[in-house]
């Protein structure tokens, strides 16, 4: 019935529309990225010890604790700190961070500079619920007065 041309440009056409609906499909799925920043405060001891308690501003504002669960040496004289997160945000979503490990230098005694904080986002609840992301962050603990504070920056990923 069709030329062989006529066929052709059927067969590529709905090539076309299944890849198409198929990115689509994906792209629904994924929902949408934005970058996100901001910053922390918190005290050492906040509920517990070997624990951090404070606010976080920003995109992600809201409270945020943060539980120690390791220390080790790295290279070059680092310091690798292994914590869990536990974040609430200003809405009352949780925020659900991936185990992380903060890498840093004591620039002083008791102070510690951490320039490599990587953490990564699987979820939550509310508008987090499916979310991923990932995020950075940079700061310095000071385990004399027993502040800490930072700044985070990355991307996370809604769902629609």
């Avoid at 790295?74 to 700190?81: E, F, L, S």
């Amino acid at each position: 019935m069709f030329t062989r041309k006529a066929e052709g440009i059927l067969r590529t056409t709905l090539a076309a529309c299944v890849l198409l609906s198929a990115s689509n499909t994906v792209a629904e799925k994924k929902g949408h990225c934005v970058p996100v920043g901001g910053a922390f405060l918190t005290n050492l001891g906040g509920f517990g010890d070997n624990t951090t308690l404070g606010v976080a501003t920003g995109d992600l504002k809201g409270a945020l604790g943060v539980q120690i669960i390791g220390q080790s040496s790295g290279p070059n004289g680092a310091v690798i700190v292994s914590v869990e997160h536990h974040w609430v945000t200003e809405s009352g979503d949780a925020v659900f961070v991936d185990k992380a490990d903060a890498t840093g230098v004591f620039v002083a005694p008791g102070l510690l500079a951490f320039t490599n904080y990587p953490t990564h986002i699987s979820g939550g609840t509310g508008k987090f619920k499916g979310a991923t992301g990932d995020m950075t962050s940079i700061g310095e603990v000071d385990f004399n007065s027993g502040q800490a504070i930072g700044r985070y920056s990355g991307q996370i990923c809604y769902v629609k």
